[in-house]
């Protein structure tokens, strides 16, 4: 389906027009959260057509049983899902006896939603004539909260048009609700207790399994004409639900308005026995604030957020609304509050991936959240994966390696594996690569040494460790091999010495014991703490040198490259220029057997290892490369264009560099994989960011020094970003020929510009 019927705007996603055939997939694209909770684009009101529900709680799983017909020693015993919680959004509304529904109403006009990115709310309004006959206006706002991050607000407006009406809102709250995707239909959530009280009303309920205790939250306010008018509610409640009932006589012409405030308390945050208390005094502070300063509040908080992550495009509007719609979807997704948390692929708008961490957060997010908010949000990040350690040294541990080496998890809640696919679990160990380079690059972007010594370096002993028992000696080669792995391309399983496995894992051995060197020169305490901790000797790190420096890459010396892996010239190398429009995407068209003997590949695999290690390569080599592996990439994965747009930008290939943009921008608005309706793919949203910044703007760091080569579109009058380097904002504006560089602060800052040196100096403009 091509979703060409959301309206290019700047600042907002736009539907015009009532479709029932969009309704799922403007489920998606609407989405709203606040990191610490959110929810698909749900109606308010019933909806008897198709729709995909969906409201989730930051951090609340469950671990549904694996489903596989055999079992091998170390497979995971669960796959962690995200919970569709209980929903707090509904409200009916009956218009004298007849309950409004957009499927079955006669007539739907002036049908309007918007999703406004800038001010961080979600709106809709239509006209409809019900079967009764009664012709009602209809508009709704609402918003999660980012101040009350546990609160959301929905303001619902009823406007007779034909007649007098008795007009009846049912706000309630419902625990008898489903997951879409599960493996045995389990039940996962136990209702312990529905209570209200006054105008409030609670369910208390744990999470099967993993007991996670919630307590989901209401209550509303009335108002005619924006007059408060108090009204004693008729109240149903249940096992599962509680139901207030507020009748009012509505003349034609007047406004019925009730103004309902949601949400969640957890265990994870409070006591458990006291999260009925905590949601009372949420709703307190609501009711007491009231929608309208509630929604201002909201406003600022996002103009604080747009403040310093804002990219701003002229001349190009899709371009310009999908940037804006990724940071957006990006900042609802995760803001660094709470070191527990990560970044699942799907956020808080659908339930594919369970919800879970992937590589994806260091390889793609962890550049987004170091240039745009204060530093401590990559650390959070990264503290993360410290926190999982000893799980990860357990999930290699259950594979068979043993002193400590670790394993990080391809899918994770709480550091354990969880993932479904065998392939994926056991093969696709490039993973574990990610996470040292994002402690890399983290450091090399703040200059924040600290975390090395304080935590980074046992991970990275862990991870060496793995690769040195991974890697096996050929006699054959003379040279040490790593078998049977699944690169980034997935379209490849089982395959032996996939360069950019073995290219990580060599880097990732020299760059811990670069580490370990740096720690024992300049932390003394420190390595001596952590060296009691994993007993690492001298032996030790002499035989992972000996495999680090004798690591087989396969290579090609009738094309000059390094091949993706051993066997990838015995397959038929047919370009995807001569791949039939109707085979694709492949992914759907063809059987899993026919696409590994296929050379397509899914996304950057070698030109990945090419992306994260440039400075290794000649911009000769990268050209080589690119020309050899991207005609085979079909881009099947969300994660493709976006490094592809880098690396054409770096080759001075504008137009393709273009069109690897937009595709990545616009992946969701566009619908350009055909799911949509599942839910957004939020990580590779960051690599839309990094397709301008890194790409485009050419960001580097080099030598310690922030760094810029500039280029622009020729489809762009103009663009310009902000970048928190080490605690100085710089503002950097590309015109088509000329760029203007400014920095926020007190300080000068020396930068390189097309490798040519510039000192920045406050409330001065440098024209380049």
Known sequence: MNLDYIKPDEWSIIEEGFNPEHVKASESIFSIGNGAMGQRANFEEHYSGATFQGSYIAGVYYPDKTRVGWWKNGYPEYFAKVLNAPSWIGINVIINGEKLDLFTCKKVKDFRRELNMKEGWLSRSFTTTLKNDVQIKVEAKRFLSLDLDELGAINYQITPLNSDAVVTFQPFIDADIHNEDTNWEDKFWDTIKVSHQNHQAFINAKTMKTHFYTCTFMESQLFIDGKSVLIEPIITADANSASFSYEYKVKKGETYTINKYGGYTVD???????????????????????????????????????????????????????????????????????????????????????GSTYWDTEAYCIPFYMATKDQKVARSLLEYRYNHLEKAIENAQKLGFKNGAALYPMVTMNGEESHNEWEITFEEIHRNGAIAFAIYNYHRFTGDYSYIPEKGLEVLI????????????????????????????????????????????????????????????????????????????????????????????????????????????????????????????????????????????????????????????TNEELEKHFDFYEPFTVHESSLSPCVHSIQAAKLDRMDQAYTFYLRTSRLDLDDYNHEVEEGLHITSMAGTWMSIVEGFGGMRVKNNTLSFDPKIPKQWDAYSFKINFRNQIVKVNVCQNETHFEIDGSTDLKILVNNNPITITPNNSVTI
């Open 268 to 354: 994870r945050n409070h006591d458990k026995n006291e999260l009925i208390s905590v949601a009372k005094t949420v709703l307190n502070k609501a009711t007491k604030i009231g929608f309208e300063t509630l929604l201002e509040n909201q406003k600022t908080a996002w103009e604080n957020i747009w403040n310093l992550a804002d990219i701003n495009i002229s001349g190009d509007v899709k371009a310009q609304q999908g940037i804006r719609f990724n940071i957006f979807q990006l900042n609802q997704t995760y803001l660094g509050k709470d070191s527990r948390l990560n970044i699942g692929p799907k956020g808080f708008t659908g339930e594919k991936y369970g």
């Open 462 to 617: 862990g991870i060496a460790r793995f690769w040195h028992q991974r890697a096996s000696f050929s006699k054959a080669k003379n040279q040490y091999v790593i078998l049977g792995v699944t690169g980034p391309n997935e379209y490849e399983n089982n395959v032996n010495n996939n360069w950019y496995t073995n290219y990580i894992a060599k880097w990732c051995i020299d760059y811990a014991i670069e580490s370990i060197n740096t720690v024992k020169a300049n932390h003394n305490s420190d390595f001596t703490r952590i060296l009691n901790k994993v007993k690492l000797s001298e032996a030790e790190i002499s035989e992972w040198k000996q495999v680090a420096d004798n690591m087989h890459f396969p290579y090609s010396e009738e094309y000059g490259v390094y091949l993706q892996q051993d066997g990838f010239l015995d397959k038929e190398l047919n370009t995807v220029k001569d791949l039939d429009k109707s085979q694709r995407p492949i992914n759907q068209k063809w059987s899993w057997d026919r696409i590994l003997r296929s050379p397509y590949i899914k996304q950057a695999d070698v030109l990945q290892g090419f992306y994260f290690f440039e400075d290794h390569f």
